[in-house]
């Protein structure tokens, strides 16, 4: 799984600790870890590179406890493009978020560095079970007995062969 770690430049001071050890239990976990430790300098230096490690990430992981505005901006970017959002912030820190539009997207979980191991991997599971999404497609009769037949034949549902093609389409290997 690939994860995006975003946290507050401006917090390191009062949270580095949390961060590391967000990214190494990430990382225990046997996640790939992009973090630009949303810092100026990341965006200004290669402001595509920290794109493209947003879209290639499976989830983002956000360490929300210190406040910040450019934090706020990549949350909202990261539901723009449909990525399930993992946010975690220490006791008495609970982020200010409006986000009505996050849905079942965003999952905001309290966690201490005692109990961070298990937070995460109960907000992993959380959002990985509840990120798909289901879809009502009309389809003609004659593609209906096509993909019966083929579902038959091949022991793949119609719904698998559907995503297969799409995700072909989006260039995804799996």
């Known amino acids: 799984m690939k994860v995006y770690f975003s946290a507050s430049n401006a917090g390191k001071g009062c949270f580095l ?4 050890a967000i990214i190494e239990t ?6 790939k870890v992009f973090s630009s430790n949303n810092t100026v300098e990341d965006y200004l230096a290669d402001p595509k590179k920290v794109a493209r490690w947003k879209a290639e ?18 949350i909202a970017h990261a539901l723009r493009i449909g990525k ?5 912030y220490v006791k008495g820190q609970e982020p200010q978020l409006i986000l009505e539009e996050a849905a079942d997207r965003l999952l905001l ?5 005692s109990d961070l191991k298990n937070n995460l991997k109960y907000g992993i ?5 509840n990120s798909e999404k ?16 083929l579902a038959r034949d091949t022991k793949i549902s119609r719904s698998e062969y559907i995503r297969s093609l799409l995700e072909n389409d989006m260039g995804i290997r799996k």
Do not use: W
């Open 57 to 74: 990430s499976d989830l983002i992981v956000a360490e929300l406890s210190y406040r910040n505005f450019g934090q706020g901006q990549e």
């Open 26 to 31: 990430l990382e225990g976990f046997g996640c």
């Open 84 to 88: 399930p959002i993992l946010g975690l």
């Open 17 to 20: 600790k949390n961060y590391q």
């Open 109 to 113: 979980v309290e966690y201490s560095l």
């Open 134 to 149: 289901r879809f009502t497609m009309i389809l003609p009769s004659h593609l209906v007995d096509f993909l019966d037949r």
């Open 125 to 129: 599971e959380y959002l990985k079970t």
